[in-house]
C-alpha cells in the first residue's frame, strides 16, 4: 500500500478488530478500549540515515538517532542495545563527551545497515507494480528459506563491542 492510500485508509475499529481476530485476548481487548475516534491511519516514515547524531554532552538515541521502517521489526530492539553500549560507553569514557562519541561510533554502522535494509524490505513489501509484484511473489514463494532468513538472522544477532575491564557493567536500578 502507498504512504497516499495508508493515509487515506477509512477503517474503522470493527475492521481492525476483525483483522486481529484470532490473536491473544489482550489484543482484542486493546481494540475494543481504543474510542472509535481515536483510530486513524498514520504512514509508517523513516529518513535518510544521519551520519551525525550530536555534539557536545549531546546525543541522540533511539528513533530520533535512527528511525526506520518496520520491515525487520528492530525499531525497539535497536532502542535497547543503545540504551546498553551508551551506558558502557559513558563508564569507560574518560569524560562525558568521550563517552557520548565513543556510543555514536559504535552503533553507526549497524544502525545504518538496518536503516537501509529495512527501507528496500519495506520498497519491496510495498511494491505496487504488476511485474515487480509478480517477481516479488515468485521469490517468495520459491527461493530457499535459509536465503529469505538471512538479513533477519543477521538484523536479529547483534555482538556488542568489547568494552574492556574499565567499564563496569552498571549498577541495577533498585
Ligand atoms: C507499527 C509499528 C510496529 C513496530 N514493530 C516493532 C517490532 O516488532 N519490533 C521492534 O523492535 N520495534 C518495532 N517497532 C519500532 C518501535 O516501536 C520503536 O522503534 C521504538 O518504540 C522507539 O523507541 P523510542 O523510545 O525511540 O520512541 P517512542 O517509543 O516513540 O517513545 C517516545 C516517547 O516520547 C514521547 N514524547 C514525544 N514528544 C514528547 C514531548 N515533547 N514531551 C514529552 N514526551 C514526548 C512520546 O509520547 C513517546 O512516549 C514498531 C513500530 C511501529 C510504528
Redesign the pocket.
Same mark, same amino acid.
Given at each position: 500500500m502507498s504512504p497516499e492510500s495508508a493515509r487515506a485508509w477509512k477503517g474503522s475499529r470493527e475492521d481492525i478488530a476483525r483483522a486481529f481476530g484470532g490473536w491473544a485476548e489482550v489484543v482484542g481487548e486493546v481494540i475494543r478500549a481504543t474510542p472509535e475516534d481515536a483510530v486513524h491511519a498514520v504512514p =509508517?516514515q523513516d529518513r535518510p540515515f544521519l551520519e551525525r547524531w550530536g555534539e557536545g554532552s549531546v546525543t541522540l538515541?533511539?528513533? =530520533?538517532a535512527h528511525?526506520?521502517l518496520?520491515a525487520l =521489526?528492530? &525499531? &525497539?530492539?535497536? =532502542?535497547i542495545e543503545d540504551a546498553v553500549v551508551l551506558a558502557h560507553s559513558c563508564a569507560a569514557a574518560a569524560d562525558p563527551a568521550a563517552g557520548l562519541r565513543a556510543y555514536e561510533e559504535a552503533r553507526r554502522a549497524r544502525t545504518k545497515w538496518l536503516v537501509d535494509n529495512s527501507y528496500s524490505l519495506s520498497k519491496g513489501e510495498q511494491e505496487e507494480r504488476p511485474l515487480a509484484m509478480a517477481l516479488r511473489n515468485t521469490l517468495m514463494r520459491y527461493a530457499p528459506t535459509s536465503l529469505l532468513m538471512r538479513p533477519f538472522e543477521k538484523a536479529m544477532t547483534y555482538t556488542s563491542p568489547d568494552f574492556g575491564a574499565q567499564s563496569q557493567a552498571p549498577p541495577a536500578r533498585r
Open positions: =509508517a538515541l533511539r528513533d =530520533a528511525p526506520m518496520t =521489526a528492530q &525499531g &525497539g530492539s535497536t =532502542a
